[in-house]
C-alpha cells in the first residue's frame, strides 16, 4: 500500500512539475530527477529485479571496502541538498 501511495504522489508531481514548467526554477529539476528515481526503485522492488536486489545486498554489506565509501557519498550528498535548501530559504525570505 505504502509503494502505491508513493507512486501515485510521484506521479503527481511529475505530472504538476510539468503542467508549471514556465514557473519553474531551475532547482526544481532536482526534484523530477528525485521522483524519477523513486519510481524506478519502487518498480524494481515491486517486480523483483535481480540486479537490483543484488545492489542492494552489496549496499549493505558492511564488511566490503567500498561501504564506508558509498555511504559517505550519501552523506555528502545529503549535506549538498541542506546547503541548497539553506540557499533557496535565503533567496526566497530577500525576495519577500
Known amino acids: 500500500?505504502?509503494?502505491g501511495i508513493?507512486?501515485?504522489l510521484c506521479v503527481l508531481g511529475?505530472?504538476?512539475f510539468f503542467?508549471?514548467?514556465r514557473h519553474n526554477y531551475w532547482w526544481r529539476w532536482i526534484y523530477l530527477c528525485g521522483g524519477g528515481y523513486l519510481l524506478f526503485d519502487l518498480f524494481a522492488i515491486a517486480t523483483g529485479l535481480?540486479?537490483?536486489h543484488n545492489l542492494i545486498q552489496a549496499m549493505f554489506d558492511v564488511t566490503a571496502w567500498y561501504w564506508n565509501l558509498?555511504?559517505?557519498g550519501f552523506i555528502a550528498m545529503g549535506g549538498a541538498v541542506f546547503v541548497l535548501g539553506v540557499f533557496i530559504l535565503k533567496q526566497i525570505?530577500?525576495?519577500t
Open 6 to 8: 508513493l507512486s501515485v
Open 93 to 95: 525570505n530577500k525576495d
Open 14 to 16: 511529475i505530472i504538476t
Open 50 to 52: 535481480e540486479f537490483w
Open 19 to 21: 503542467k508549471n514548467l
Open 1 to 3: 500500500m505504502l509503494m
Open 70 to 72: 558509498l555511504w559517505g
